[in-house]
Nanobody, 121 residues
Framework: QVQLVESGGGLVQAGGSLRLSCVASGRISSINHMAWYRQAPGKQRELVATITSGGNTNYADSVKGRFTISRDSANNTLYLQMNSLKPEDTGVYYC???????????????WGQGTQVTVSL
């Protein structure tokens, strides 16, 4: 009963910007941390950025200084501001949330369906 829905992907020229959003809904007690992953054609899914419940962030070296992850905890919403986009940023971007559905339950990971980002030359 937990759903993650991403939005904001699209086609952009190199050097441009996009802002991705991910809304988590359903039976959620608390969210431990959230993250953005991406998967380019023919490649494995890779971690882009993470943010903890306390607001600590971590980024892949390839996006440091260009991407910013943020979170609206009150609305269970995750964002990824992507600036200075490069063709190698092209891929499907997935949102992940590690959360509890009850206060006594274990942490489980949930994934969104992905949103396509295409960066052209």
């Amino acid at each position: 009963q937990v759903q993650l829905v991403e939005s904001g992907g699209g086609l952009v020229q190199a050097g441009g910007s996009l802002r991705l959003s991910c809304v988590a809904s359903g039976r959620i007690s608390s969210i431990n941390h959230m993250a953005w992953y991406r998967q380019a054609p023919g490649k494995q899914r890779e971690l882009v950025a993470t943010i903890t419940s306390g607001g600590n962030t971590n980024y892949a070296d390839s996006v440091k200084g260009r991407f910013t992850i943020s979170r609206d905890s009150a609305n269970n919403t995750l964002y990824l501001q992507m600036n200075s986009l490069k063709p190698e940023d092209t891929g499907v971007y997935y949102c992940k949330a590690v959360l509890q559905v009850h206060i006594w339950s274990s942490l489980y990971a949930y994934w969104g369906q992905g949103t396509q980002v295409t960066v052209s030359l």
